[in-house]
């Protein structure tokens, strides 16, 4: 995969990549690898843990976990702003989305304004980044053969 300076990490790339016997552990893997930089938003750490909760981790093997991402010299947290959360429910309410999508538009926002690609394995997240006409390049190949359920967009100026 071509090395990438930096990109906003979704949520999902986190999961596949903690847990080994996963679909996409691999990809994501060879995706965080690949990145020089992970530009993490606060709501995806929030996430990360309620999905681990949700998976029943033991909250040791959560911390564990998470501190390791943390403590990664890659991470750089992000945190989201009034500008971004305006945007993002601004934005749900105009498409017409469910408030579930709410947390998607934050993290979308993000990568916006900081102009960066957006690492994710959610497909309607990268379709709701195309509609708003930031990626010419949806999906990046993963080395070991192309899976286009790996994005990393790239968000034009």
């Known amino acids: 995969m071509r ?3 930096e990109a906003v990490v979704d949520t999902n790339v986190l999961v596949y990549d903690t847990f080994e016997d996963s679909l996409y552990h691999e990809a994501a893997a060879r995706l965080l690898d690949s990145l020089d930089r992970w530009l993490v938003p606060l709501i995806v750490i929030y996430e990360y843990v309620w999905v681990l909760k949700g998976l029943n981790v033991e909250s040791v093997h959560v911390k564990e976990k998470l501190l390791e991402y943390l403590t990664e010299g890659k991470c ?5 702003g009034a500008d971004e959360i305006r945007w993002a429910i601004s934005t749900v309410v105009e498409e017409g989305l469910s408030v579930a999508r709410f947390n998607d538009k934050v ?5 916006l304004r900081r102009r960066v690609p957006l690492a994710t394995f959610d ?5 709701q980044a195309k509609k708003v006409g930031n990626s010419s390049n ?3 190949d993963i080395e070991h053969g192309a899976d286009r359920r790996v994005c990393a967009l ?3 100026p």
């Open 3 to 5: 090395a990438l300076r």
């Open 76 to 80: 750089s947290l992000v945190r989201e």
């Open 107 to 111: 993290v979308l926002s993000i990568a």
């Open 123 to 127: 497909s309607k997240l990268r379709n």
């Open 138 to 140: 949806t999906c990046n």
């Open 154 to 156: 790239k968000l034009l």
